[in-house]
């Protein structure tokens, strides 16, 4: 699976390092890792930032 990040909206809540650590990662405050090309057994909490992510 792909995944795209948009860095430019990224709010650095880490959300998506707590739901989903083996493809997402804090470092430091603000500054987010990912993995781009992440397993598709991860699909489910990878969903589950996004759902999370999404701006009201």
Same mark, same amino acid.
């Given at each position: 699976? %792909?995944? @795209?990040?948009?860095?430019? !909206?990224?709010? /650095?809540?880490?959300?998506?390092?707590?739901?989903?650590?083996?493809?997402?990662?804090? *470092? /430091?405050?603000?500054?987010?890792?990912?993995?781009? *090309?992440?397993?598709?057994?991860? %699909?489910?909490? @990878?969903? !589950? @930032?996004?759902?999370?992510? %999404?701006?009201?």
């Amino acid at each position: 699976m %792909r995944l @795209v990040v948009d860095l430019d !909206r990224c709010q /650095g809540y880490a959300q998506c390092a707590f739901l989903a650590p083996d493809v997402f990662a804090m *470092h /430091g405050e603000e500054s987010l890792l990912y993995n781009p *090309h992440a397993a598709e057994a991860q %699909r489910e909490q @990878v969903m !589950r @930032v996004a759902t999370a992510c %999404r701006a009201p």
